[in-house]
């Protein structure tokens, strides 16, 4: 496929036994889109013009589609022999295109260096999205794929070999542009990602910058939306270790660095330096770490450690300019026209007709949705069912369980409980400290600022929260929802027991 490319890339392609599309220069994903729509076979398969295929590449695609009932497959794409110095650096730093696991043979996510997917499935959902000029394309493909019931596999032996960045510059651009996909993937898929704008994945990101470098916490298995048969525990990274070398974590360090520089003319915040001097060693730290843990080879010398330590820190940066540059920040506002007081409810519901819980669930997450919210599920591992997310701030949680009775009746017990973001609470403890210290000072001028701010932040908090609960009291209030035979709302009734939910745990 040749998208309008301007190097010799359509000269190399004739002296071989393959066909040659060529299109006006449109973008990755119409470029994949008119391959695909040509194509005869029943899989397609896709390879990067910076990478080249494993001899049996093709062949442990095919075999994977034989003994799986896969829509998409891809496998391992590794740094070619004899590859440049700074190449080399750049495959141990962090933004590579990388497989995402759920187990040794299911995927998340698949990187389109090295992807095949079913050409009916591609034909099924659309192909890819246009939109996606240089990057997300493959992320986006995967999730709808996904969506539809999909199963996406993992080839470990299907091996592309991908050439790395060989300069600087070139690694920034790339970086750049993928912060750049993040936030189209964010306007699409807000539930995959959070508040702060960070995509959580489900899975195993596979990668040498991916690893996380703190303790382990401990996890029971819930199943999703409470389903699952059995508890086990299981011990995981947490989403904190891995935090000082995020995109979101550089704002935090501009944010205290401005806070410093205030202090230069107001006093109290002349303490913030040394919680700077902290957020700037902790990611400088966590990127000598990981550039040590890089296993020993021929020529990796002290320079190249330091190279890749430097790329740890760099490709945040890279990221965040990205991001910005296509709208994706934390303070992005979400409109909301709804409000409740913020404090934990507990009800009931009967319902003479039955449901199970995950169709209730189901439904109240559609009617949710349809309304504007970004939802976000409880994974297999947390013990609520669904949470609402309005700003930076806060939102809400929703526990459910049903409990069966004759003729099909049910007892819906409910639970809605407002949260508060840790980040946020942070920010207005931090500002009343400042207030407080301005009083104690007699800096009358800096309190009634900084009081001001705080208290902002307070009711922004209060006015998020609120709404996230206004927004899980709409939909369990719709008459359609939950209905006796006679067509009349159910009555909702005060939880006598406090502790119903202790059975999920």
């Not at 000029?133 to 993992?154: H, I, N, P, S, Y």
């Not at 960070?198 to 703190?214: E, I, R, S, V």
């Amino acid at each position: 496929m040749n998208d309008g490319s301007t190097d010799e890339t359509p000269t190399v392609a004739s002296r071989h036994r393959v066909k040659v599309l060529t299109t006006e220069n449109s973008g990755l994903s119409a470029a994949r889109n008119v391959a695909w729509q040509a194509a005869t076979g029943e899989i397609v398969a896709y390879i990067d013009d910076d990478a080249y295929p494993d001899g049996d590449w093709l062949k442990y695609l095919a075999h994977a589609f034989r003994t799986g009932e896969y829509a998409a497959i891809g496998g391992p794409n590794l740094l070619p022999p004899a590859s440049s110095h700074f190449a080399n650096c750049v495959a141990y730093a962090p933004g590579g295109p990388a497989h995402v696991l759920i187990s040794d043979l299911v995927a998340e996510h698949l990187p389109g260096c090295n992807l095949a997917v079913r050409r009916d499935r591609l034909q099924e959902i659309g192909g890819f999205v246009p939109q996606f000029r240089v990057a997300g394309d493959d992320v986006d493909l995967c999730w709808r794929l996904q969506e539809k019931g999909c199963t996406l596999g993992f080839a470990p032996s299907a091996v592309v070999w991908h050439h790395r960045r060989g300069s600087l510059k070139t690694y920034w651009k790339q970086q750049f542009h993928y912060g750049i996909a993040e936030a189209l993937l964010e306007r699409k898929w807000p539930e995959k990602y959070n508040i702060a704008g960070h995509l959580t994945w489900a899975g195993q990101l596979y990668g040498p910058g991916a690893a996380a470098m703190f303790g382990l916490r401990e996890r029971i298995y819930h199943g999703t939306w409470g389903s699952a048969p059995f508890q086990s525990a299981e011990r995981v990274p947490s989403e904190w270790t891995s935090l000082p070398l995020t995109p979101e974590y550089y704002l935090l360090i501009a944010g205290f660095a401005a806070a410093s520089l205030v202090g230069l003319f107001v006093k109290p915040f002349l303490f913030l330096v040394l919680p700077l001097a902290f957020a700037i060693a902790l990611p400088v730290w966590t990127a000598a770490k990981r550039a040590s843990s890089v296993r020993c080879q021929p020529g990796f010398s002290l320079r190249s450690r330091i190279t890749v330590a430097l790329l740890h820190l760099l490709q945040p940066v890279a990221r965040l300019c990205g991001r910005f540059a296509g709208g994706l920040h934390p303070w992005r506002y979400r409109r909301v026209t709804r409000f409740a007081f913020p404090i934990r409810r507990d009800f009931n519901l009967w319902s003479e007709t039955f449901a199970s819980i995950q169709e209730r669930l189901t439904k109240w997450e559609a009617a949710l949705r349809a309304s504007g919210y970004t939802l976000r599920r409880g994974r297999e591992f947390d013990r609520w069912d669904l949470e609402v997310r309005i700003g930076f701030f806060g939102g809400a949680k929703l526990w459910a369980l049903a409990e069966e009775h004759a003729a099909g009746k049910q007892l819906i017990r409910l639970r809605i409980k407002p949260t508060c973001k840790s980040a946020g609470l942070i920010i207005l403890f931090g500002l009343t400290v400042d207030a407080l210290v301005s009083y104690f000072d007699g800096l009358w001028l800096p309190t009634a600022v900084i009081a001001g701010i705080a208290l902002v932040c307070a009711v922004e908090t209060l006015r998020e929260v609120g709404a996230a609960v206004a927004a899980f009291l709409s939909v369990l209030r719709m008459p359609e929802k939950i209905t006796t035979p006679d067509g009349n709302l159910p009555v909702a009734s005060p939880v006598q027991d406090e502790e119903f939910l202790s059975t999920r745990s």
